[in-house]
Structure formats: C-alpha cells, structure tokens
C-alpha cells in the first residue's frame, strides 16, 4: 500500500511538471520574443514620402511668394523653390523644406487678405521715384487665386527696399513671409517620390569629385555654366535614390560619371502642383 501511494504521488508531479513548462511555452506572446538586432535600414528610414492621389482643385495653389533672379551661381536659380505656397485643401509648404496643414479658415483668410493687397496692382510694380536702383538682386513674386485663377505681382529688389514700394505690397509679403516662418517652425519636414536633378558639366577638374552614386541616373546632357533649364525630373526609385545618395545641403556636390566626366548636381523636391 505505502509503495503504491509513492508511485502514485511521483506520477503526478512528473504530470503537472510536464504541464506546467509547456502551458509556459505556448503562452509567451510572439511580440514578447526577442527582436532581431537592429531596425530598419537607413535607406527606409529616409524613404520619402509617396505623394497620394489628390483631386485637381486640391493642388491648386491660392497664395504664392517666390524670389526670382538675382546674381547667383549656375544652375542655382533652377533648384530655387518658392519661399511659400499654400495650396487650396490647406496645405503651406515653405522652402520645398517644410509642411503644415492650415485650417480652412485661415486660408480664406489668407486668400481675402491677400486679395485685398494685390488689388489695383499692376504686373511689376515699380519702386517709388527717386529710389536707387539696386543691381543683379532677386525679384519678389506675390500672388493670389481667388478662384479666377493666380495673380501675380512682381517687385523688382523688393527684399532689400520695401520701403519704396505700396504699403500694400509690403503688407502682403510679410503676411506671406510670417507664415513661412511658422511653417518652418512648427511644421514638419516635407518630402515626397518626386525630385527635380540639376546636373551641370564641371569643364576644371578637380580633386573633390566623388564617384558617381549608385543608383542615382545618369543625367542626359550636362552643359557646362549653361543658362538653360538643364535639369530632369525623376519619380519612384530613381527619386529615393537621388535623395537617399545626394546631400541636400550646399549649392554643389561633385561626382565624376563612369566615363570620367566630372559633374556637378543639385536636387530638390517638387511641389504638389510642379
């Protein structure tokens, strides 16, 4: 009897013991099991963001503020976003660099204040008699939609003499230009899977080159110290490549092409509307 109640006992213990490690087992969440060492890559940590089906008027820009002109280096003029653009579902992108999304009162706001401003003014303004002309300095561009479509108002070295133009003109170019601090400061960074390529021949070698990316498209036909619009627009992969592998920073980043061809490139983002 004794050594049958001892048998007994030891059978249900091994039992429960048995029991015990494989409920353990199948109970461990499978979010509770260790990760693999590290995370994403760098390349899909700075994936640009896919620009998502919008319908037409959603695009549409209401309120512009570009700088154009000015004496600036090759190819620089072809890479130089809008200092801002407010588009008509809300959203204000400052420098091709920033993003923040406006509430729909604010816009109509904006769109009536700067509406306000504009009226009455002509194509290019012009600076008050008497005042010095100020060479090779860029131009101001304001403008407006209010549904008939955009217009603009140019004021030729308006940044650095606004006194000399219509308080109304000045009004409207630091309400545009307020609002671009803002969005710099509170928006967030902006990016998408479009990219425009400046590429520009470099006929002086030197040293700084660095070998041609990979990934990043051949360009077409850079010219050297051209004036014209040399520049391609990519989309998709060629798009992440050319900003995963190019800094964006500075005015120039050499490379020499396979053949050995030393190139100079510049990039930026395109806009909703480009």
Not at 209 to 225: F, Q
Not at 242 to 262: E, V
């Amino acid at each position: 009897m004794r050594w049958s109640w001892i048998v007994a006992l030891v059978l249900v213990s091994a039992a429960c013991g048995s029991t015990g490690v494989h409920q353990a087992a199948e109970t461990v969440p499978s979010t509770e099991r260790p990760a693999r060492p590290g995370g994403p890559s760098p390349e899909q940590a700075v994936r640009p963001t896919v620009e998502p089906p919008a319908a037409g008027s959603a695009r549409r820009p209401v309120a512009e503020w570009l700088r154009v002109g000015g004496l600036m280096g090759p190819g620089l003029p072809a890479v130089r976003p809008p200092k801002l653009v407010v588009y008509a579902d809300g959203r204000a992108i400052a420098d091709a660099a920033h993003e923040l999304r406006l509430p729909p009162a604010e816009v109509k706001a904006l769109v009536e204040a700067l509406d306000h401003d504009l009226a009455g003014q002509p194509a290019t303004a012009s600076p008050r008699p008497g005042t010095t002309k100020v060479l090779d300095a860029p131009g101001t561009i304001l403008g407006v939609d209010d549904g008939g479509g955009m217009r603009e108002v140019h004021a030729p070295y308006m940044e650095l003499a606004a006194d000399a133009y219509a308080p109304a003109l000045v009004h409207a170019r630091d309400r545009l230009a307020h609002l671009a601090g803002r969005v710099a400061a509170q928006g967030r960074s902006y990016s998408t899977d479009r990219v425009r390529l400046y590429a520009e021949r470099v006929t002086t070698s030197t040293t700084d080159a660095e070998p041609w990316p990979e990934g990043v498209p051949l360009p077409p036909d850079p010219r050297p110290l051209s004036t014209i619009k040399n520049y391609k627009d990519y989309k998709g992969n060629k798009a992440f490549a050319i900003a995963r592998q190019i800094p964006r920073d500075g005015p120039w980043h050499m490379y020499r092409t396979p053949s050995g061809q030393q190139v100079a490139l510049l990039w930026q983002y395109l806009l909703p509307h480009e």
